[in-house]
């Protein structure tokens, strides 16, 4: 089945940028999402990429996409406190298809 | 965006007994809804699919006659916990697609005792 990696743990200090990876294996994949879960709630979208494009950007959050290793990362500039989460890729084939998710990466950001 | 709206937020429960979460898509009509479970610093896994006015489709391992589930119109679907035990005990989110987008449910944390 599909499979989304991701790593665990990353810790940054504030101010600086941070680059969240994820790969997967579905290479139907239509769509790719960033999740973040902040402690005890449940997922706020941050953003998506189509598979036909390889770069979206949106204020602090750039998100780059190799489809031909497929790859897939979250840049998120001055980094701040509250960016603390756990931050999900997530690729899905179609609209009516469930996501299927990586084991989140948990950011913690240093002040 | 879209909302959906997930109750309760939270319960506890005794062993034994059963409990019912709601999911609703407050502005938008969804024929599928899918329920999820997440465990401690656990990913997301999804349990069933639900389908307005047809059977829910279950994974690979989860029990459909212990997790009961209704899509009783375009904008509910509800998840039964039947005869709740402490391995119950996780946080279930649902989310109903729209579009390009999920749209989750703030999530129940259940914990059984």
């Known amino acids: 089945g599909e499979d989304v990696e991701q790593s665990l743990f990353l810790s940054v200090r504030e101010g600086d940028s941070s680059v969240i990876n994820c790969t997967y294996t579905?290479?139907?994949?239509?769509?790719l999402y960033w999740y973040k879960q902040e402690p005890g709630a449940g997922l706020q979208l941050l953003t998506y990429?189509?598979?036909?494009?390889d770069m979206k950007q949106d204020q602090r959050l750039t998100v780059l996409l190799n489809k031909k290793d497929k790859h897939l990362s979250l840049r998120i500039a001055d980094t701040q406190t509250g960016d603390s989460a756990i931050y999900f890729c997530a690729e899905v084939d179609s609209g009516n298809t469930p996501l299927v998710f990586g084991k989140g990466t948990r950011l913690s950001v240093i002040a | 965006g879209a909302v959906v709206s997930q109750h309760p937020s939270w319960v506890i429960c005794k062993s034994g007994t059963s409990v019912k979460i709601e999911c609703r898509s407050l502005?938008?009509?969804?024929?599928?809804m899918f329920w999820y479970r997440q465990f401690p610093k656990q990913s997301l896994m999804l349990m069933a699919t639900s389908n307005e006015g047809s059977k829910a489709t279950y994974e690979q391992g989860v029990e459909k006659d212990k997790f009961l589930i209704n899509h009783a119109s375009l904008t509910l679907s509800t998840l039964t916990v039947t005869s709740a035990h402490p391995e119950d005990s996780s946080f279930y989110i649902c989310?109903?697609?729209?579009?390009?987008?999920?749209?989750f449910g703030q999530g129940t944390r259940l914990t059984v005792v």
């Open positions: 990429i189509f598979s036909n494009m």
């Open positions: 579905d290479s139907s994949s239509t769509y």
């Open positions: 502005d938008f009509q969804a024929t599928t």
């Open positions: 989310s109903a697609p729209l579009h390009t987008e999920a749209f």
